[in-house]
């Protein structure tokens, strides 16, 4: 049989693609860091593999007798800058390097729009464009992916960038859909004209899986979006539409944004955790856009999202009801 180790299985976008290679057969090792912790994994046929990314023998033994890693896990945030660069960087090149020792065929690495960068005047970004990742978390991730092609000398690799990712479980865009739905305000950045790509976790999953099965287009980068692309207001009204609400802005300009910043910061020092704003998200807030072309990815496997923007939002907003997170 077919045996996959996920890494970031007890996450969002791990559990979501535990899920899916599952469903198509796969035999799956999803490396944890609390075997007592499995979130959503309870109730799988799931391996499990106890070990932690910086730690190059936990994962030399997750990677035995796998044919194919999908490395989800990583970290967004972090109180030291250096800690995004040991995780989404250093430790990419070493689990790579690990896992073609341990006979691995494929290797592929979810990334993140971010570390390409936003766009500019308008026009999507593609695979092609030299990179300029504006955070630390961005050029991690950019780190991770070179480190990741240095180190997979005889061992197929691919690397899907996706963009703001909706979803079921997803924590991040919670507080927005809990602002629109709870409290019918939501919040607007600057001029409020900046676009930005999505894809459904579904159709992330979907791309994964697709990676791990072709046998064209290897070794190589690819963004993985839905074509569709949406203003903040465009998608805090879509998610008021399905849910029922009306929502007002509540505009934030420049200004007001850095003080929270600072304040964010200031406070995040204090309590030893990573700032929920820090002034490297803000400059990734007020970026010019955030679009990315999927054409890449449709000409070399004929993908494409099937998820539309309203689709994904229910989907999203029905999970959140279920679990009473709004």
């Known amino acids: 049989m077919r045996r996959v180790l996920i890494t970031g299985g007890t996450g969002f ?19 944890v860091r609390n075997p007592s912790r499995l979130t959503w ?48 960087g250093a430790a990419v090149g070493e689990f790579a390097a690990v896992a ?4 691995v065929r494929r290797f592929m690495l979810c990334s993140s ?18 990179a300029h990742p504006l955070s630390a978390y961005g050029q991690s991730k950019l780190q991770g992916e070179r480190l ?23 924590e991040q865009f919670r507080a927005l859909f809990r602002a629109v739905v709870r409290y019918g305000v939501y919040p ?44 903040w207001s465009e998608l805090s009204a879509a998610i008021a539409r399905v849910a029922g609400r009306q929502a007002r802005p509540l505009r934030l300009g420049r200004h007001a944004l850095t003080a929270l910043s600072v304040i964010s910061e200031t406070a995040a020092r204090w309590r030893g955790k990573p700032a929920l704003l820090s002034r490297e998200k803000l400059d990734e807030i007020i970026a010019s856009g955030w679009v990315c ?34």
């Open 13 to 31: 976008i791990g559990s979501h693609t535990v899920e899916a290679f599952l469903a198509q057969q796969w035999t799956v090792r999803a490396l």
């Open 41 to 88: 994994l309870n109730g799988l046929p799931v391996e499990t593999a106890v070990g932690r990314l910086d730690d190059a023998e936990s994962l030399k033994a997750a990677a035995r007798g796998c044919d194919v890693v999908v490395h989800c896990a990583g970290l967004t945030k972090a109180v030291r800058r250096e800690d995004l660069f040991r995780i989404n």
């Open 100 to 103: 073609r020792q341990e006979g």
């Open 113 to 130: 729009q971010a570390a390409a960068g936003p766009s500019t005047d308008g026009d999507a970004v593609t695979e092609d464009d030299e």
């Open 148 to 170: 990741l092609g240095e180190n997979a000398e005889h061992m197929e690799w691919v690397v899907l960038r996706p963009p703001s990712v909706l979803g079921p479980r997803d």
């Open 188 to 231: 607007q950045f600057g001029a409020g004209t900046q676009r930005y790509s999505f894809i459904s976790v579904r159709d992330l999953t979907r791309a994964l899986l697709t990676a791990a099965e072709t046998e064209r287009g290897l070794n190589d980068v690819y963004f993985v979006a839905n074509p569709e692309t949406v203003t």
């Open 293 to 326: 072309s999927s054409e890449k990815i449709r000409r070399a496997w004929g993908f494409e999202c099937q998820w539309p923007l309203e689709a994904t939002i229910r989907d999203t907003l029905n999970a959140y009801r279920q679990a009473k997170w709004l």
